[in-house]
């Protein structure tokens, strides 16, 4: 068994002798973080036509109301069960980041939400985490909508009409600024920049040198602050794999009870063994305020939380 495969056995608590060729990744586990289903989660439909007004102080709002009625984080709901489970994803990331011991990979505060295949809830992980970490009193947040094919961020967050323009604009016109791009919002901390125009080539700009010194400075400008990278599927895309270079962090979205574990394993074969990569179960029917942890695959080996 490669180590790919037994970390995987290990995030997903299957014992040695267990089969799990075709089986999907169980529904609960106590290794890996779970978040629960949410009910009511309607972001796409909810948020696709909604007319946002500019605030007086050219901040983007986005619509917490209509977040937190779509069971989704915001700062009105610091004491619900979703954001007990995005404290626990948050806590191990941020320590690898800025912790006293911070771990000895290049780029920690890059983090990038990825998944095996389309669905699993990246942008939903992606939002919340960003969200949560914006709460900190220490961090500030800067959410990239980096999966440029199927970009949800935005969306999720109501900012639909805010500055259209974001990364593939960047990339493709280097007299661009990114300062005119940053979408401020009315969460101080949180900035978002979108994924911005369609364009032929935007696989090739995610993977170009651009996009290397971009999100070098971007990991490099402001000390304290974390760049989440809401990233297409690793299995279906190309660029997926090329970002994930980019990044000192990785977490692995997975569908409870749906994603084949053969697919979360080949998605973790595709990663280089210099990250730290966490997994996230979402969508998990039961309870998840048991059994927190968080596996590690990096340099320093195996850790645990
Ligand atoms: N924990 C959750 N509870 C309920 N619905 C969820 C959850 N995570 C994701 N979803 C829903 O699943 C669908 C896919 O999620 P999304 O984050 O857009 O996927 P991806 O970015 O991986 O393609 C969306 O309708 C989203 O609202
Ligand atoms: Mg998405």
Redesign the pocket.
């Known amino acids: 068994m490669s180590s790919i495969e037994k970390f995987v056995d290990r995030l997903m608590g299957n014992g040695p002798g267990r089969t799990e060729q075709g089986g999907a990744v169980p529904e609960s586990s106590g290794t890996t973080i779970s ?5 009511g ?4 439909q909810s948020f696709t036509n909604v007319t946002r007004q500019a605030q007086a102080d050219d901040t983007a709002a986005i619509d917490l109301e209509r977040m937190q009625a779509a ?1 989704m984080l915001t700062p009105g709901n610091t004491r619900s069960l979703i954001a007990e489970e995005y404290r626990a994803i948050k806590r191990p990331l941020l320590k690898n980041a800025f912790g006293s011991r911070a771990a000895p990979v290049e780029h920690p505060n890059l983090i990038m939400v990825t ?1 095996s295949l ?8 992606a939002v919340n985490l960003a969200m949560s970490i914006a709460m900190e009193m220490d961090h500030t947040v800067l959410l990239v909508e980096a ?1 440029v094919a ?1 970009p ?1 961020t935005a969306r ?1 967050l109501g900012l639909m009409n805010s500055e259209p323009r974001g990364l593939v604009d960047y990339l493709a016109d280097d007299k661009l600024s990114l300062e005119e791009l940053l979408i401020r919002t009315n969460v101080p901390k949180l900035t978002l920049l979108r994924a911005g125009r369609s364009h032929p080539h935007a696989t090739e700009l995610l993977a170009s040198q651009s996009m290397r010194r971009l999100t070098q400075e971007l990991s490099q400008r402001y000390s304290d602050r974390v760049v989440i990278l ?1 990233s297409p ?1 690793l299995l279906l895309s190309s660029e997926a794999v090329v970002l994930s270079g980019l990044v000192g962090q990785v977490v692995m ?1 997975v569908e409870s009870g749906m994603t084949p574990q053969r697919a979360v394993k080949d998605a973790l074969s595709l990663l280089g063994p210099d990250k730290i990569i966490g997994i996230v179960l ?2 998990s029917r039961g309870g998840s305020s048991q059994g927190y942890g968080y596996g590690y695959y990096g340099p320093s080996g195996y850790g645990r939380d």
Do not use: W
């Open positions: 978040t629960t289903r949410q009910s989660v309607t972001a796409e069971g998944s389309p669905g699993e809830g990246k942008s939903f992980t999966d199927k949800a999720y809401d599927p979205v979402n969508k």
